[in-house]
Structure formats: structure tokens, C-alpha cells
């Protein structure tokens, strides 16, 4: 039998995954050795494919311990997401106050001054402060960030004390994302979770109350119940509904488009990177709908509010 060195045969190959298994069964190479070099070539092409997207992680944060910006800025470069949405998010089962959320915003202008190229810095605030948080878009805005996000629990999304916020995103054309909870519906709601925590229910709420207002609905895969999540928010056109998490269920996606659609799905990571990226590749998609998913969605949203990320 010939001999052959298997380096070389494998360095040797640009052929598809296909064309090594028929190779290598001429060659006499053992079941296990084939299954090797398919996977090989097989990760191999699907880098490529992952990498011929454009991309904007519409969930990313920033801080200086947990979400360092340079780590961001590698996994993204791995990955090809040219921009990420940053925020740095008041905690949970914190009060929230205007320092604590002014610093945060102030974290977040400095990574977009330094990064201009790449990070989208989107505010967070809390409305119980609500003249404090109004103030703090003004702000915020002309330092160049755009849209609210990740907003969390001190007050649900379809609390009165939104509505000034609301209609001041409203008026200049902003996203508003923000977190939902762990666990719901056949799921049981996480008992951890704090008092004000939005559910789907309250996003489908105050979005058919303000239909100008564009909502984010964050993460389908931070462990909620998306089942109910996607069933909830089906008929609510001005929601959008992302991706991210790291509960990356399989159908997930699929389940998504069915009852969200691709005009309405958005990628993001929330720091779960390889996870974020690849559950949009095991889902059953179109070229164009992977497009409109990664891409060409929020940079629509995000031009409407005045940045033109093409
Ligand atoms: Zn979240």
C-alpha cells in the first residue's frame, strides 16, 4: 500500500470536506482519520463563512473588571463584528443612583472616544430619578452615544415613570433595549429576580402603548422562557428581539423566526461570543436573513436616530 505522509496530504488538499473522505478512503486511512480532517476542513469553512458577515453585537458591555473593552475587542475581532452596542448596566439590586449611572455613562463615552471605529455607546439610567435621567440623554448624546440600553429592573419598561423617556427617545429616533428575566411561564420565574424585573408581557405592554417607540427586548437566550417570550411579542412590530445569552437551546433561532421574522431579530452576544455567533449558524437560514439578523436591522434603527454605520 502506498505510504504517504499525512501531514502533507492534509497541507496538500484544497479540496471540501467531501473530496478528503473520498481521498483519504483511496489512501486506505482508518475511519477515525477521516472523521479528523472532515472536521478540520469543516471548521475551516464555517470560519470563513462566519467571518463574510458584517456584524454589529447589539448587546455588549463594558466595565473595568468583569467586560474589559480590550476582551470585547478580541473575541469581536476572532468573530468579524465590526461594532458593538456597549453599556455598562446598573446592577441588579442596586439603587441606581444619578452618580452611579453618570459614571457608567462616563466609562462608556470614554471607551467610544477611543474607540470611535468600533464601540455604539448606548445610556442607562433610572427613571425614579426622572429629571436627573432626562438630563442625562442631553448629556450623553452630544458626547455621541445613541439609544438606551442595557437598561435593568429598578423600574419595569411599562412603568408611568418611563413614559418621559419614552417619548423623549421617541423623539430623537432612539433604540431602547433593555433585560428581562430569568425563567417564566413553564419556566418558573427565577425567585432572585427583583421586584421590577420587565417581562415579556410589559414590553408587549408599553410598545402597543408608544408604537413609535422602537424596543430591543434583550436576550432570548439569557435564560428566559423564549418560547412564551416570542409568543408574547409576535404582533408587536415595534419590538425588536435579540438574540443573545447564554442558554443557547437548540431550535431556538428557528423558533424565533417563525414568530418574531427576520425583520425583527437582532444579533447579540452579552459576552457569550462563540455562543452569540454560532447559534445564528446552526439556525436554518437564508444568506439574506443572516444579513438582515447580523446587520442590516439595527444599522437601520441605529440611522433613523442619526449614525450611519455603513
Ligand atoms: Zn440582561
Not at 466595565?63 to 455598562?88: C, H, Q, T, W
Not at 432626562?134 to 415613570?161: F, H, S, T
Not at 418621559?164 to 433593555?178: A, L, Q, S, T, Y
Not at 437551546?249 to 461570543?273: P, Q, W
Request: glycine share 8%.
Amino acid at each position: 500500500m502506498l505510504k504517504i505522509n499525512r501531514r502533507k496530504f492534509v497541507a496538500n488538499t484544497v479540496s471540501s470536506g467531501a473530496g478528503l473522505v473520498l481521498g483519504s478512503r483511496l489512501m486506505g486511512l482508518t475511519h477515525k482519520e477521516e472523521i479528523f480532517s472532515d472536521a478540520g476542513e469543516k471548521k475551516r469553512n464555517l470560519m470563513q463563512e462566519v467571518l463574510k458577515y458584517r456584524k454589529i453585537d447589539t448587546h455588549a458591555h463594558v466595565d473595568e473588571g468583569s467586560y474589559r473593552p480590550e476582551v470585547n475587542l478580541d473575541f469581536a475581532d476572532r468573530l468579524g463584528i465590526e461594532k458593538l452596542m456597549i453599556s455598562d448596566f446598573i446592577r441588579p439590586h442596586t439603587e441606581g443612583t444619578p452618580d452611579d449611572f453618570r459614571a457608567r455613562n462616563n466609562f462608556v463615552i470614554k471607551c467610544i472616544k477611543e474607540r470611535p471605529d468600533r464601540f455604539i455607546g448606548t445610556v442607562v439610567l433610572n427613571p425614579k430619578y426622572g429629571k436627573a435621567s432626562l438630563e442625562e440623554i442631553d448629556r450623553c448624546r452630544d458626547a455621541g452615544m445613541i439609544g438606551l440600553g442595557e437598561l435593568y429592573n429598578q423600574v419595569k419598561i411599562n412603568d408611568p415613570l418611563y413614559y418621559p423617556i419614552i417619548e423623549k427617545c421617541i423623539d430623537i429616533n432612539w433604540n431602547i433595549m433593555m433585560h428581562s428575566a430569568i425563567g417564566y411561564s413553564r419556566v418558573a420565574l427565577n425567585l432572585h429576580e427583583p421586584e421590577n424585573i420587565s417581562l415579556p408581557e410589559d414590553f408587549a405592554d408599553v410598545a402597543r402603548r408608544y408604537p413609535e417607540a422602537m424596543f430591543q427586548f434583550a436576550h432570548i437566550g439569557g435564560g428566559i422562557d423564549w418560547e412564551n417570550a416570542c409568543k408574547i411579542l409576535k404582533d408587536v412590530p415595534n419590538v425588536f428581539v435579540e438574540t443573545s445569552g447564554s442558554n443557547n437551546e437548540a431550535n431556538m433561532i428557528d423558533f424565533a423566526m417563525k414568530y418574531i421574522g427576520e425583520d425583527r431579530l437582532v444579533f447579540g452576544c452579552d459576552y457569550s461570543f462563540y455562543q452569540g455567533v454560532g447559534q445564528i449558524f446552526s439556525a436554518k437560514l437564508t444568506d439574506i436573513q443572516r444579513k438582515k439578523i447580523f446587520f442590516e436591522n439595527i444599522s437601520k434603527r441605529l440611522k433613523k436616530g442619526g449614525k450611519d454605520v455603513d
